[in-house]
C-alpha cells in the first residue's frame, strides 16, 4: 500500500469493513494515518486522520475495529490515551 514505507511507519493493524463481502480494509499506520484500500487489488481509495491531539487527528493507533455498522474505533497509546469514533 505504501512501499516506500519502513519501520514505524508500517502497518500497526488493521480490520475489513462491515458489508457482506469486505470489501474494504482499514489500515492503521506508524504515519498517523488510517489509510482504506480496495481488497481485490490493494489500492488506496483514501485515508483519514493526520498526526495530532484534537478530534479526527491521531497520535499512536493501537489498533482498529469495525463495527456491522461500518463505524470505525481507533485507541490510542501514549501520550493520547483516547479512543475515537469514526462514522
Not at 13 to 23: I, K, M, R, V
Not at 43 to 70: C, M
Request: charged residues 25%; hydrophobic residues 35%; negative net charge.
Amino acid at each position: 500500500m505504501a512501499t516506500a514505507t519502513l519501520g514505524n511507519g508500517s502497518v500497526w493493524d488493521l480490520d475489513f469493513s462491515s458489508d457482506g463481502a469486505q470489501t474494504y480494509l482499514y489500515a492503521a499506520d506508524g504515519n498517523k494515518r488510517t489509510l482504506r484500500p480496495r481488497c481485490e487489488n490493494g489500492e488506496v481509495l483514501s485515508w483519514f486522520a493526520r498526526s495530532g491531539p484534537y478530534t479526527g487527528q491521531s497520535n499512536l493507533v493501537h489498533s482498529i475495529a469495525v463495527d456491522s455498522k461500518g463505524n470505525l474505533y481507533s485507541p490510542e497509546v501514549d501520550d493520547a490515551k483516547r479512543a475515537e469514533k469514526f462514522v
